[in-house]
Antibody, heavy 125, light 108 residues
């Protein structure tokens, strides 16, 4: 079935790096836009980043710009989120989500229709 | 950045009644507005996109309306499984695609 599965979460010390991965199955991943969204404990949803279907165009929230990098590997059906200079404010459950967009869309302005179950990142010394 | 404001942090409604949730954008987002349902330990679930189109498999008791800066999610005849947190999100033009802070729908 249509599925996204995140992995790579864990406990990391402040200032260190962590790489999350999102694996897709059940749909044609190579023509899809993918988002990352996070939810800190007791907080609401926060959009983090988006990558185009071909992995070329990327946008980031101001809160992570310059520290996080999103990459898409269509040969492996995965999207990674490389996170560096982590702080306690990055502690959250991280979700990847598929954009509810036409195939090969050059635009990002679509909702998110398929979500993974999330992976938890805890930044603590 | 477009700021999304959900006027009620918490809404208390009885089962079987109607719930009306509001969301306001700091500038026009046309109809580029989605609603999501979030339950603890679960992934968000897309309910409404394009301000008023129900996502696949979403019951007809969920409806959305509005355009520009004012939006409403209405849930008719509340069922026990509808008590959750609801988020609006704008996806107008370029990112960032901001969420509202959420409205917790609780049993009255």
């Amino acid at each position: 079935q249509v599925q996204l599965v995140e992995s790579g979460g864990g406990v990391v010390q402040p200032g260190r790096s962590l790489r999350l991965s999102c694996a897709a199955s059940g749909f044609t991943f190579s023509n899809c836009v993918i988002h990352w969204v996070r939810q800190a404990p007791g907080r609401g949803l926060e959009w983090v980043a988006v990558v185009s279907y071909d992995g070329i165009n990327k946008y980031y929230a101001d809160s992570v710009k310059g520290r996080f990098t999103v990459s898409k590997d269509n040969s492996k059906n995965t999207v990674d989120l490389q996170m560096s200079s982590l702080s306690a404010e990055d502690t959250a459950v991280y979700y990847c989500a598929r954009a509810n967009a036409p195939p090969f869309s050059q635009n990002f302005y679509y909702s998110m229709d398929v979500w993974g179950q999330g992976t938890t990142v805890t930044v603590s010394s | 950045e477009i700021v999304m404001t959900q006027s009620a942090a918490t809404l208390s409604v009885s089962p079987g009644e109607r719930a009306t949730l509001s969301c306001r954008a700091s500038q026009s987002v046309s109809t580029n507005l989605a609603w999501y349902q979030k339950k603890p330990g679960q992934a968000p679930r897309l309910l409404i996109y394009g301000a008023s189109t129900r996502a696949t498999g979403i019951p007809a008791r969920f409806s959305g309306s509005g355009s520009g800066t004012e939006f409403t999610l209405t849930i008719d005849s509340l069922q026990s499984e509808d008590f959750a947190v609801y988020y609006c999100q704008q996806y107008s033009n370029r990112p960032p695609y901001t969420f509202g802070q959420g409205t917790r729908l609780e049993i009255k």
